[in-house]
């Protein structure tokens, strides 16, 4: 068998197919521009040449799906897409994101106003150097960090409903929400995707999920390998071992078989593991590796 990561994807790959996001049939294996800001997505990258170098190498690739937000860096990941890849190919569906800002310390602070998420929406046109954001989510605060938590979300999407109606937002989305949320928003405006922490250990929106792809919603996961045990890494190690894979490609190729909705997109500053990443969409799981794993996630 050959090993996964050195399968050659080119525009004539399908990703294992697409699914329609924001008007646009998306192919299902996507790419997150968080990791391109500095550490802690804070401030300039490393190496500004890789960072363009990873972006373009996506598209060439077939991505036709980049997640971002201007409040990554703040303002470096939008700035990088646009030197990268404008004027922007017609399939390319750029999805960003608005709710937090950044201190000067680095630190994540909630900015849901309605004069913020103005301002966030046209911070975001203006470094993506776009006259309309194809998708907009609107990132909701829960009580720790990426864990969803009630709460009413009208204002806010409200908001963008009229930011919408006035021609600078295609589509809307909510990020890291609550079922509850879902069905809320959904009564404010049409809610094309929703962008939450789930993997293979992390399966507290399996129903949401269900539910979503009953109604032709795109769940677009996040931190595939977020919040593992060193016993579940090391299952998971083994599985990919056997089949002479990555944990990463593993876990995205589980991701891709677990239900046509889910696009995730994972990210990385190298093009080598921009690579592997993508070659997960060749990676067939027998049925004693799915069950395996759909076992660690149970027992999570």
């Known amino acids: 068998m050959s090993n996964p990561a050195q399968t050659k994807i080119d525009k004539s790959g399908n990703f294992t197919g697409s699914f329609t996001l924001g008007g646009k049939a998306v192919r299902r294996l996507g790419y997150g521009a968080m990791q391109l800001a500095g550490p802690g997505v804070f401030g300039p990258p490393k190496d500004r040449d890789a960072a363009i170098a990873v972006l373009r190498h996506a598209v060439e ?14 303002h470096v990941t939008n700035r990088l897409i646009r030197e990268a890849l404008a004027p922007y190919p017609d399939d390319l569906l750029i999805v960003t994101k608005v709710g937090a800002r950044r201190g000067a310390d680095a630190s994540w602070l909630q900015a849901s106003s309605p004069e913020e998420l103005r301002q966030a929406v046209h911070d975001n046109l203006r470094n993506l150097g776009l006259d309309v954001l194809d998708v907009v989510n609107m990132r ?54 929703v962008q939450n ?28 390998l977020g919040g593992f045990s060193p016993i579940q890494s090391g299952l998971l190690s083994d599985v990919a071992s056997r089949l002479g894979a990555t944990p ?20 990385t500053s190298s093009v080598k593991h921009l690579q592997e990443n993508l070659a997960a969409a060749d990676l067939v799981l027998p049925a004693d590796a799915l069950e395996a794993l759909d076992k660690l996630g149970k027992d999570a």
């Open 197 to 224: 922490h789930y993997n293979l250990v992390h399966r507290a929106d399996d129903a949401l999920i269900d539910d979503l792809a009953a109604k032709g919603i795109a769940y677009v996961p996040f931190f595939p």
């Open 61 to 74: 690739a077939g991505v036709n799906h980049i997640d971002t937000s201007d409040f990554y860096g703040p």
């Open 248 to 267: 990463m490609q593993v876990a995205l190729a589980w991701l891709l078989n677990r239900a046509p909705n889910i696009l995730p997109i994972p990210g």
């Open 140 to 193: 909701l605060w829960g009580d720790h960090g990426h864990a969803p938590a009630e709460g009413p979300v009208e204002r806010e999407l409200s908001v963008l409903a009229e930011l919408q109606q006035q021609g600078l937002i295609r589509h809307i989305g909510l990020s890291n929400a609550t079922a509850r949320q879902v069905e809320e928003g959904r009564r404010v405006c049409e809610i094309v995707c």
